[in-house]
Structures are given as C-alpha cells and as structure tokens.
C-alpha cells in the first residue's frame, strides 16, 4: 500500500496518483480469514467502524433510496465531484499549504508516545500513528478554510487513527475493554496547546 506499487508474477507495476486503499472488514463472517498482523494493520491510516443506523428513519431513508435507484446497486450511475487533476492539487495545497506550528508537532508526539506507556497498554503506537495525525490534521485545517492547524484538529482524529495501533495487556483485553476508550483517555491527559501560532 505505502509503495504505491504492485507486483504481479515477478513484475511491478506503479500505480497513478492519487492511489489509496480502502478494505472492509465484516467481524462476524471470519472462517477462513486471518487476521492482519500488527505491521499490516498499522499501514491503514484510519479504522472506521459505521456501525447500524440510529433511528428508525434513518432505516426508512435506506429503503427509499433504493426505491429511488431502481437496482441494487447504484454505483454506476455515481458523478464525479472532483477531477483527478484537482484532487491531486489540493493533496500538494495540503502538504506545501497548511502550516504546522511546533507546539503541534509536540502535542501529537506527546500523545503517541502516551499510547506507549499507558498501563493498560502492552504495545503502543508506532511512529506511523503521529504522521497520521499529521497528514490527517493538515488535511481538516484546509477543508476548514484554515491554512494552519490547531489541537481539535488533531483530536479529532486521535481515536480512529490510534485505536488500531495499539494492543491491550492481556487482562484488559480479556475484559474486552474498548481501545477508542483508552485512546480518549490518553488524549484527556494531555494538555493541549494554547500558544501555537497560525503563522
């Protein structure tokens, strides 16, 4: 994924830009599959759950749509919001753009490094979960309107960017503890900074 290559029978082939992977994972149909080792899982930027609905519309908009749509499966009929030309512009705005003052840089290692000491946790974020932080924070700032990035934009993201880097001690995964839960409270302890500059 990271070498934006693939190699098929001994030969490589580069993929255009902007190449990114996006893989589903349904928790109950497992037999047969494997999870992904540690050093796989943290090659995925985030690890989004979206979970059922949250209310009986909700449901009811799903059924409409499809009445809509006319088929099963309606991703044909999908428009382009965005040419590949300008998608690529905006990822260059995102990453000669968006400023980063120090005391952000400091405020995300502080937190990466928490995930490696927090006592319910047997192995912590790699160095992969802080540039994470990094891209995704520069990326909200600019889809803010901002050219510079604050402390919410990076909570923001912590806990879908952390929660799958990081591997419980044995007794509190027993106790199926929630690893967004110890992502939250790590962020909770750390104080974030006031004094960062825009510029």
């Not at 499966?73 to 003052?101: G, R």
Request: with cysteine; glycine share 4%.
């Amino acid at each position: 994924m990271e070498e934006g290559q693939v190699t098929i029978e001994g030969e490589t082939h580069s993929l255009k830009k902007p190449f990114f992977v996006l893989a589903t994972q349904n928790p109950i149909e497992q037999e047969g599959t494997y999870p992904l080792p540690e050093a796989q899982i943290d090659r995925f930027l985030m690890k989004l759950s979206t979970g059922y609905t949250d209310s009986v519309e909700s449901e009811a908009e799903i059924l409409s749509r499809r009445i809509t749509w006319e088929k099963d499966d309606p991703t044909e009929d999908i428009k382009p919001l965005i040419s590949v030309k300008d998608f690529i512009a905006l990822q260059n705005m995102v990453e000669k753009s968006i400023y980063v003052d120090n005391c952000i840089l400091e405020y995300i290692s502080k937190i990466v490094r928490s995930t490696r000491t927090h006592n319910m946790v047997e192995v912590g974020s790699s160095p992969r979960g802080g540039l994470a932080l990094l891209k995704l924070s520069r990326a909200m700032a600019l889809m803010s309107g901002r050219d510079f990035v604050t402390p919410d934009d990076i909570k923001m993201f912590t806990t879908d960017v952390l929660a799958h880097r990081i591997i419980l001690d044995i007794e509190y995964a027993l106790e199926n503890v929630d690893k967004k839960e110890v992502i939250d409270n790590i962020v909770a302890q750390i104080e974030p900074p006031k004094d960062f500059r825009p510029r």
